[in-house]
């Protein structure tokens, strides 16, 4: 894992609040890149004062878009990179994730039948079923051979 | 994360504590299948100390209660916390398995749905 931070500093307000803070993670396509994920978040989520349920859903949100990309994004057994950009501005936690992983959006996989009889229901979906219910807001582009999946979410501070 | 198990007449308790995700839920998968497979009909999953489950961890409890389920066997979760809970409704979870707020009505729910 490696970490990128970029502090931006604006005149004018008290030194807490000033920082409109980015945090650029790379995590190499692996599952035990997981725990690295929820460290980060959990430090990030300290460091802003954000609710415990906020830094729970944004972990879990990118904890499952992170295994579905390890899982189905790439034809090769190689190491690949997968970076997740980290931004709060003006109380929306933004997380871009970006893979050079084959063109998936992962936004139109339908969503499972959670009424039909469990051994009918699709192993996948479940992980998108969650995202969706967690975020506020999803969008996904294909950017020069990369897929970027920005996810949004309203942050309340404690 | 840690399991604890503990038994009940045929039954079996196990106080998950710390996290289920991609990374430990191959761990809590081998400890739930063993306990079926050695025979325990009925399950109840104590989540009272689960601070986070990911979509890998509801895969192996669905999975679980597939199994059981041709043996007569029934599953119970109690005790969630409410990050925990809002995760188990996302998917409503409590459609294939009860969800009870106590472990006193879990074994008690367990019996009478047996």
Known sequence: ?158 | MRVVVSKFESGAVLNVDGRIDAVTAPQFRDQLMTLIDSGYTRIIIDCALLAYISSAGLRVLYEAANKLEPHQGRMAICRANADVRRVLEMVDIASEIPIFATQEEAIQGLRYLG
Do not use: W
């Open chain 1, 1 to 158: 894992m490696r970490l990128r931070k970029k502090r931006y500093r604006v005149c004018g307000i008290s030194d807490d609040e000033i920082m409109a803070e980015e945090l650029t993670i790379e995590l190499k396509n692996a599952l035990s890149e997981v725990e690295a994920l929820q460290r980060m978040l959990a430090e990030f989520g300290e460091r802003h004062h954000l609710l415990e349920n906020i830094v729970f859903d944004v972990t879990l949100a990118l904890e499952e878009v992170l295994t579905n990309i390890i899982s189905y994004a790439f034809d090769d057994d190689g190491e690949h990179k997968i970076r997740i950009r980290l931004s709060l501005d003006e109380g929306v936690l933004t997380a871009e994730v970006e893979d050079d992983g084959r063109p998936f959006d992962p936004l139109r996989v339908p969503a499972p039948e959670l009424s039909s009889p469990l051994e009918k229901r699709p192993v996948g979906g479940l992980g998108i079923h969650l995202i969706r219910g967690l975020m506020d807001e999803l969008e996904y582009r294909r950017v020069r051979g990369r897929n970027v999946l920005r996810l949004k979410k309203k942050a309340k501070v404690s």
